[in-house]
Structure formats: structure tokens, C-alpha cells
């Protein structure tokens, strides 16, 4: 048997409390300005770069980085506190999520000193939007069939090929992408793939937006023709990017945007059914709150294991397989629960519209980043099945 | 804190695996396991862990005793030592000195109460009260006119019909008329019946989560040993699924518990943080007792569902926990109302309060 699971019961420090009030303070006079709708989660404008360079001012991008780069060597339960409240209330972060999340902490580790000026700076501030280039037409969950060839050049190598489902590459300065520098070997299958730092916007690239079913555009196909990219935004080791990938994925796979993605109807169906709810509805309620308590509890307990410099990779990945399976049925038991609520209360109109977008987004949950069956892979692999 | 600082579970976990094997406890049919076990738990001074050493017992805190209930549940341990902590818990409450042996308490369900009579005698009836049968005492809140009360009473005094639990432990309806207390003391002043519960509650979560990650220890054991279409059971990805579930399930109630536990350890005041991590426990808990250990015997096929196997101890006590101090059912209808009478715009506050 392998090492037994933990779930330490992190209590968040007493810093987290007071930037908890900064943030809700911030936030409620962005949602007083009219920079966003927190109930409309459904808006179609979901890039507002000048809401981003706010956040950035506030210092609660980089949050955890080293203060040379821009930083503000501050804990990742600091910025779990940042995550969570921008989530629950809806805030427009689409922008500098990515960044922020994961490939800021990618250039930290493997990007060469003058590329980590440079970019995590300007990370920091707010101003750059990345997107990550994983899935190729025919290479998804399979990650390491990737076909896109980086062939070396002159000082650099050329790109040609395409990535798909690349979720704010219309926007994005920048993505970070792995490409085939090698073929595989027989002896490992995950060989010759390489990280590297692309620059979008540039000419050799072509966006092409992909209508999904929610009505948004946020994911598109990239197509790379003979684009080039120098010597030095390769990240990390020449056909190893497999050594590279799981680490990161911690720190992707547990935070509160897991199961927090459709919780607005949540509190939506709370306003709706009023202060004396019928038995029916407060048990629904009452279920569905213990589960989102015990998830959160959970994705808390892996931040602090992360800021204790532990790789909670099988924990981690529970948190994402039962935090996006929750989160996709959740707007299905609010229908459920609302079914008897007053036609006439004064938000239904507000859950109705709310509800139809939930659950055109729920199938999508359990898809991107790593679908619930590769996550059930890595669990059995860490149980000692595989 | 570390299980390994922890000297109180180690000194439970010792005594639990060299007196309370599963294994052995299945063959044994007479039961001759019980009375060994609960000799080296009083010698240990385990079952009044909780009380201070001037009532008579051990003087462990609060986290040192939820560490030990964690090692009985993975035990799924089938005498009154959860009771017994839990009994001399409530008693200390009003430094009531807790007796030797085994105990229970009373109400064992938020639906009945226990009424202190104006000449100072107890009466009511207590439903699915755990091993009333093996009780020699038995410690009550009881409401009165002047309030809450907490008495020690004689259990020989208290008409008992036996049941049986999903688990076959005894779950007990004890009738009291009349009876007379040995010591009755007031409860403290904020001291309620809901906060017993829940902390009943949290007791049954910690156990059902210790059953379930042994349940995941011995599935995940079995599909490595098991072969069946030319090769072990754990290679066939639906088989590593369902184990991933299970172990998300056992997760799952350990956070829950561990964290439902520590929240108790380290508050002042049993407030809206602290009810929605005790309830949450127990809902969450329960659903993984069901879900998990359906998955558990699912993986163990047809062996499993024989009375041989010791698959059956952690599972059916699992199910059977969900029952005490309160269901899933009842606390998610509370924890609801609390939600709702708190507002929507107060619900991510109390989610994010810890």
C-alpha cells in the first residue's frame, strides 16, 4: 500500500483574513463602478484588461513570487484567499488567471534569467495575457502524441502546426506550448516533446475562434506556419518536457476555481427560496453546502501542503476530479431544488438565466485540464494500481 | 499535528492491532476478544480520555481524543470507547466525575429529550442509543424547567429493550421513569443539545472515516492480489476508477472530519463556523459512507459479501454510524435553515470563514 492520504485541517493565518476584507472591499467598489455584473456570469465580454491592471496594482498578482521579478513573496494561502473571492464574486480575470496561475511559475522555474525580467514583471502589473498550447487535433488527453514540430533553425527553431481548444489565445500575448523537437523512443513514449515560450501577435500565427456551446468564443485553433522562435524561450530540458509536467499540475489541478465555476446558483437559489425554506429545500441546501464546505476544505488543506513545499500530486488531483464532477451537477440539484421556488420571487428571472448558462458550461468542467478519467488515472497510479 | 507526535493514538493503535484484529474478531464467535480490549484501553486510560485527571480520568485534549476515535474507526471498533470519551465529556461539562467501565449517553438523537422531573428524577425515552446494553452508566442532559441539566444514572436503573445496528452493535431504546441520578449537576450556561449532537457527530464522522480508508486499504490490497481474465483485477482501468472514486470518497471524509474536529478543538464559542463544519462532517461523511463503501464491496465481488471476509466490519459500520446523534438527512435540513435565515449575500462569509 502507498502512503496514505492526508488532509492536514489548514487554518488560514490571520494575514489571510485581513486581505480577505481588502479584496471584498475592492471588488464591491469595481461592481459599484460598474466594471462587472456578479451575477451575470454569462457576459460576453470577458477580457477587461484595465480590471486586470487594477488587480496588478493591488499587488495580488505574483503574489508568491520573488520580489526581483515583480513579486510579493507573500504565501500561497494568501493567494488562494485572492482566487476564491474573485471567483465567487464573478470578477472578470480571465486575462491574468492563466498567467498568474501557471505560467508565471513555469518561467520562474525554467525560463533563462533575462526572459523572467523581462515577462514576470509585466505579469505582475497586470498587462500580459498567456495561453497554454496542450491539445493538437488529433492529441487531447493524450498529451504526448503531439505532432506540432519545433525544427531547429538558425538561432532558434521553426513551428508548424496546429493547436486547438487554446482557451484565450485571441487575446493572449504570449503562450506557453509544447512541441515535438524529437520523435518518441521505444523506450519511452513521452520522449521529445519541448517547452517552449511563444509570442502570439505575431506574423507565422493565425487565430481562428471556435464557437462553443454557451454561445462564448473563448477557445480557438492556433495555427503556427513556419513561425520562429528563438534559442532562448526554450523552457527547460530538449525533448523532456514530460520531466516538467506534473509538478505544475498541482498547483493547477486543486485551487478554488475547481469547484467554485457555477457556484453563483448556489447563492442564487438561497436568495430565491427566502428565510423559511420548506424541508425539501433546506436539505437540498443544507447537502449541497456540507459538500462545497468539505471541497474547499480539501483544495485549503492542499494550498497549505503546497506552501509547506510538498508535491500533493494524488491529493491535488482528487480535489480536481470531485471539486469539477460537484460543480457540474451543482447547477443540475439547484434546477432540481427550484423547481417549487416562486415564480414571482424577485431574483427568478436572475436564477433562470443563471441556471441555462450553468448548465450549458457543466459538460466542459470535467474536460479541460486533464478530463476526469486521466485525473482517475493518476489517482490509481498513486494508490499503487498501476 | 502529525499522527506521529501524537502519543495518545499511537498508545490506541498499538492496543487496536494487537487486540482488535478484524480478522480475528471474525472467527472469534463468542466474543472473547471484548474483554482483553477494554481491560488495555482503561489500563491505558482511554475511554475517559477526556476527562480531567481531578474527575477521574486522563486529562487528554480535545485533538488527542478525535486522533484516537480516527484509530477506531479504521479499527472499526466495536466496543462502547467512543461512548465512553463521549459520556465522560458531557459529564465533565458540569465536573461531574466520571465512574470506571463502560457508558453511553443520552439522547443519542436530536429528536428526543430526556426531561428532569420537578422531584429531581429523569424520564423519556432515548432511541438508538449506541451499546446501552454494555453500559453499566449512563450520562444524560435533560431538560427542566430551570434549564439543562447533566446527570450520571445507574443504567440497571433505566428499562432497556436491545437492537441491533446495521453493524450488530447494540443501538438501544432506553426508557427512563423516574429514575434517580447519582450526581445531577447544572449544564453550562451556553451548553445545549444541539452542540452534544455535534459533537456525537463528529465523533461518528472521524470513525466512519477511519473505516473508509481502510476500506480503501483492503480494496486496493485485494484487486492486487485477485486475478480473473488472465491478469489482477487493478489493470483494468473500470476497476482503477472505481478505486480512484473510493478513494475520493475516503478523502473526502477525512477532510472533512479532521477538519470538523479541529475547528471543535480550537474554538471558544460553538458558533455558525463551528455548526457548519460539525454538520458538514456528518452529511459529507455519511455520503461517503454509502458511496465508498459501495464501491468497496463492488471491487471485493461476491467474497465480500460473505460474513467471512472482514469487509463487512468497516462497511456496515460505516452505514450504521450514519444513524447516531443525528442523520445526514437531519443535519442537512438544519444546516440548510441556518443558510437561508442567514441570507445568500452571508453564505460565501460562512463557507470562507476558516
Known sequence: ?386 | MAESENIVAETAEKIFADLADAQTINNDKKGAWKAPLWQALTEAGLPLAWVPEDCGGSGASLAEGFSVLSAAGRSALAVPLAETMLAGWLLAQAKISSPDGEMTLIPASPKDRITLNADGSLSGRARGVPFGKAAKHIAVLASGSGGLSIALIEAGKCRIEAGLNLGGDHSDTVTLDKVQSITIKPAPKDFDQSQLMLMGGVARSLQIAGALESMLEISVRYSNERVAFEKKISKFQAVQHNLARLAGESAAALAAATSAADAIANSTAFNDEVFLEAASAKIRCSEAAEKGGAIAHQVHGAIGFTIEHILHRYSLRALAWRDDFGSESFWAVELGKLVAARGADELWPLVASR
Not at chain 1, 455584473?37 to 488587480?55: A, G, L, M, Q
Not at chain 1, 525554467?110 to 496542450?134: N, Q, S, T, W
Not at chain 1, 493547477?252 to 475547481?258: D, L, N, Q, T, V
Not at chain 1, 433562470?352 to 478519467?373: D, R, V, Y
Open chain 1, 1 to 386: 500500500m502507498t502512503a496514505a492520504l492526508r488532509f492536514d485541517p489548514i487554518r488560514l493565518p490571520p494575514e489571510c483574513e485581513k486581505l480577505r476584507k481588502e479584496v471584498r472591499a475592492f471588488l464591491a467598489e469595481e461592481i459599484a463602478a460598474g466594471t462587472f455584473d456578479p451575477h451575470k456570469p454569462n457576459r460576453e465580454d470577458t477580457d477587461v484588461p484595465e480590471f486586470s491592471r487594477k488587480v496588478g496594482e493591488r499587488g495580488w498578482l505574483g503574489m508568491t513570487w520573488p520580489k526581483k521579478y515583480g513579486g510579493h513573496e507573500r504565501s500561497f494561502l494568501e493567494r488562494y484567499v485572492v482566487t476564491e473571492e474573485m471567483r465567487v464574486a464573478n470578477a472578470p480575470t480571465r486575462r491574468f488567471f492563466v498567467a498568474d496561475r501557471q505560467s508565471g511559475p513555469v518561467l520562474l522555474k525554467y525560463a533563462p534569467e533575462h526572459v523572467k525580467m523581462d515577462i514576470l514583471p509585466r505579469i505582475c502589473r497586470g498587462e500580459v495575457c498567456f495561453a497554454i498550447g496542450m491539445s493538437e487535433p488529433n492529441s487531447g488527453s493524450d498529451l504526448f502524441a503531439a505532432k506540432t514540430r519545433a525544427t531547429k533553425t538558425d538561432g532558434g527553431y521553426l513551428i508548424n502546426g496546429t493547436k486547438i481548444w487554446t482557451s484565450s489565445a485571441h487575446i493572449a500575448d504570449y503562450m506557453i506550448a509544447i512541441f515535438r523537437t524529437s520523435p518518441p523512443t521505444k523506450e519511452n513514449r513521452r520522449h521529445g516533446l519541448t517547452q517552449f515560450l511563444v509570442k502570439m501577435k505575431q506574423p507565422g500565427i493565425q487565430v481562428n475562434p471556435i464557437g462553443q456551446i454557451t454561445g462564448q468564443y473563448e477557445f480557438n485553433e492556433v495555427v503556427f506556419t513556419d513561425y520562429f522562435v528563438p534559442d532562448d524561450h526554450v523552457l527547460g530540458e530538449i525533448d523532456g518536457a514530460w520531466k516538467q509536467a506534473t509538478s505544475e499540475l498541482a498547483y493547477e489541478r486543486s485551487g478554488p476555481e475547481r469547484f467554485l465555476e457555477t457556484y453563483y446558483v448556489l447563492t442564487e437559489l438561497v436568495r430565491a427560496v427566502g428565510k423559511n425554506p420548506d424541508t425539501r429545500s433546506a436539505e437540498g441546501i443544507g447537502r449541497l453546502v456540507a459538500q462545497l464546505h468539505t471541497m474547499r476544505r480539501m483544495s485549503v488543506s492542499v494550498a497549505g501542503m503546497l506552501q509547506a513545499g510538498k508535491e500533493p500530486v494524488v491529493e491535488a488531483s482528487i480535489v480536481k476530479d470531485i471539486g469539477t464532477v460537484w460543480e457540474q451537477q451543482l447547477p443540475h440539484r439547484v434546477r432540481d431544488l427550484a423547481a417549487f421556488v416562486d415564480a414571482d420571487a424577485t431574483n427568478h428571472e436572475t436564477l433562470e438565466n443563471q441556471l441555462s448558462f450553468a448548465i450549458k458550461t457543466a459538460p466542459k468542467l470535467t474536460i479541460q485540464g486533464g478530463t476526469t478519467e486521466v485525473l482517475r488515472g493518476i489517482i490509481a497510479r498513486g494508490l499503487g494500481l498501476r
